[in-house]
Each structure stands twice: as structure tokens, then as C-alpha cells.
């Protein structure tokens, strides 16, 4: 315990080194998931802007590098973020395989959403005159707003597991924190400060992302 009192200033570094791979990581790749998610959506044969030559397309590359493991994922893109980023190493370099991974994730989850969506509320729309992009504006994502949120929420939750990951890379955060000074140093009580502060964490976003689904599902 004397131990973690002496790192206490790296520990919430550490910590904020965390929250700030997880949401810059979040919103990156959630931007990017929701375009890749939305275009399989309406691409998909029978829908608002069916097109099976885009569908498939983008279909095969989020089934290609959906199930690679990510920690064969960061070496495999590094040469990609030395290029785009120039970097290959570092918490710049996680959060930008992060976010590329985290989008072919979550584009799955947006689309799986939107499909939950009624037909007839689409076609009730049609009917009304709206067009493609107009339905997908007001009826489409509004409907599955509370689930897409619930999906997010999830995804946050897996990013911060993701994140232990940086030691590799020569990254921070929580999870190396614990690996170099608790498990290496044989100090369970920092591995366990670095575990509760993740689980404290985990448990705060699971509790907005709840809150804000029940909110927008009972408007």
C-alpha cells in the first residue's frame, strides 16, 4: 500500500491517460462506425438507397477485419499510423488503431439497430412523400436512437478494455500502470487500486448509457 501512495501522482495519470484513449478513441471510431454502419443500412437490397455493389463492398471489409485479435490488429497497422499519424508507437498510436478497429465494431451495431426499425413506419414516411436521406434523418435514426445508444455504451465499456493494451506499444493508461508496477513488482495492491478505478469507470458509463436509452425510449 506504502507503494501506491508513492505513485500516486503517475496513478492518476495513468487514469486520465484512460478516460482520454477511451473517448477520444469513442468518438473517432464512432463516427466513422455510424457512416460505415448507416451505408450498409441503406445500400442493403431493398432498402432506401439499395446498391449491392456498394453493400458488398464495404460488407467484405468489416467482415476482414472485424475477428482479426486487436493485439495482432496494433502490429498489423503500424506501418498505417507511422504514415497517417507518424507514429507507430505511443497512446496516439493506440487510440488511432482503436479507432479504426472500434469502427468496423460498431458500424455492425448501427446497422443492426437501424434494421429493428418498423417497415411501416418507413413506408408511412414514403407515403408522406420524404425521400431516402429525409427518412433516414427523422424517422430512421430518431426510432433507434435508445438502442444505438445502449450499443455505444457497450463498445465504451470493450475500448477501455482495449486500452490495457498500450504497454505494448510503449502506451499508458490504467492497464500498463498495473502490468509495470503491480503485476512486475509483485504489488497486488496496485494492480487491485488500477482494477477498482477501471470498474468504477465502467460501471459510471453503464449507468449514463442506461439513463440516456431509458430517456430517449419513453419520449
Request: glycine share 10%; net charge positive; hydrophobic share 60%.
Amino acid at each position: 500500500m506504502d507503494r501506491l501512495f508513492e505513485l500516486g501522482s503517475e496513478f492518476w495519470v495513468a487514469a486520465a491517460e484512460t478516460l482520454y484513449m477511451a473517448a477520444l478513441t469513442l468518438l473517432i471510431g464512432g463516427l466513422g462506425g455510424l457512416l460505415l454502419g448507416t451505408v450498409l443500412y441503406t445500400t442493403r437490397p431493398g432498402s432506401l438507397l439499395s446498391n449491392r455493389a456498394v453493400f458488398n463492398i464495404v460488407n467484405v471489409v468489416i467482415n476482414f477485419f472485424r475477428p482479426i485479435p486487436f493485439i495482432i490488429f496494433i502490429a498489423a497497422v503500424q506501418p498505417l499510423s507511422r504514415l497517417v499519424i507518424g507514429t507507430g508507437i505511443g497512446n496516439d498510436a493506440l487510440i488511432f488503431a482503436l479507432s479504426i478497429a472500434a469502427s468496423f465494431a460498431i458500424a455492425r451495431i448501427v446497422e443492426q439497430n437501424l434494421l429493428t426499425v418498423s417497415p411501416g413506419a418507413i413506408e408511412a414516411a414514403r407515403a408522406m412523400g420524404a425521400g431516402p436521406l429525409r427518412i433516414l434523418r427523422t424517422v430512421v435514426i430518431p426510432e433507434a436512437l435508445g438502442p444505438l445508444i445502449l450499443g455505444y455504451t457497450f463498445v465504451l465499456v470493450a475500448i477501455v478494455d482495449m486500452t490495457a493494451m498500450a504497454g505494448f506499444i510503449g502506451g499508458g493508461g490504467l492497464g500498463n500502470f498495473a502490468l509495470v508496477y503491480g503485476y512486475r513488482q509483485f504489488e497486488p495492491a496496485i494492480t487491485w487500486a488500477a482494477v477498482i478505478i477501471i470498474v468504477v469507470f465502467v460501471q459510471g458509463v453503464q449507468f449514463l448509457g442506461n439513463w440516456l436509452a431509458r430517456k430517449v425510449m419513453r419520449r
